[in-house]
């Protein structure tokens, strides 16, 4: 805000769009119930087990809308032609490879990242994609990419997917793409379907000229690529050219 000084206590600092910090405040009004000294900005290197504690319930609790967006996943498979053992249908084999993913279940629950909850968001996306709604489809994308931007590599995928399938209203023959059916009604309301989701969340930083900042915590280029070593193998390659 303009009144008060950019907090900077630490370089680990909120690098999540606008949606995930509304998310962190809310989670904030739960915690101070556990710790309240887990909300101290100034509190650097705190733990405690009361901490630990709230952050994997939460983490956890949040898996339910994974859960859910997995059951819906699985609603959109066609499921007549396999075998008669449970293992054996693809709904069973979806499930458990979505539900016992080590990465979420090990990694996630102690990193405290909710990428269950982020990744329940995208699948629940493409389940609506599948299911023909596609307006709901995009609008849960557009919300997910303002809860965690690292999404925006699969926007493109996105894009070419509702263009085709939501765009394009009429098919020929053969399949291919009737270029004289592209209803421009509908690509302004998914235009503007991203936009009121985009305003919604940068909109108060735009007013406030804050818009610099919110994209120096997003990309936060100035703290060095490989300040924390991600992605060694691509970040080697960059460190040699460096």
Partial sequence: M?????????????????????????LSHVAKYFDQEMLNVHN???SSSRTLLFQRFSVIFMDVLFVYAVRECCKCIDGKKVGKELTEKPKFILSVLLL????LLIVDH????????????????????????????????????????????????????????????????DGSIRWKSFSFVRLISLGLVVFLVSA?????????????????????FKRGLCHAYWAPNFWALYNALD
Avoid at 145 to 172: M, Q
Avoid at 204 to 209: D, I, R
């Fill in 100 to 103: 016992w993913n080590f990465g």
């Fill in 110 to 173: 102690i990193h405290f990242q909710y990428n269950g909850f982020l990744f329940g968001l995208m699948l629940l996306s493409i389940a609506r994609l599948f299911q023909k709604r596609h307006m709901e489809g995009a609008f849960l994308f557009a919300v997910l990419l303002h809860f965690k931007h690292i999404y925006l590599y699969v926007a493109p995928a996105y894009g070419v997917y509702l263009l085709r399938s939501y765009c394009f209203t009429a098919n020929k023959p």
């Fill in 200 to 220: 919604l969340s940068l909109g108060p930083f735009l007013a406030l000229n804050q818009l610099p900042q919110v994209f120096s915590r997003l990309f936060p």
């Fill in 44 to 46: 650097l290197n705190y």
């Fill in 2 to 26: 303009p009144s008060h000084p950019h907090i900077a206590t630490s370089e680990w600092t909120l690098d999540y769009p606008p949606f995930f910090a509304w998310f962190e405040y809310i």
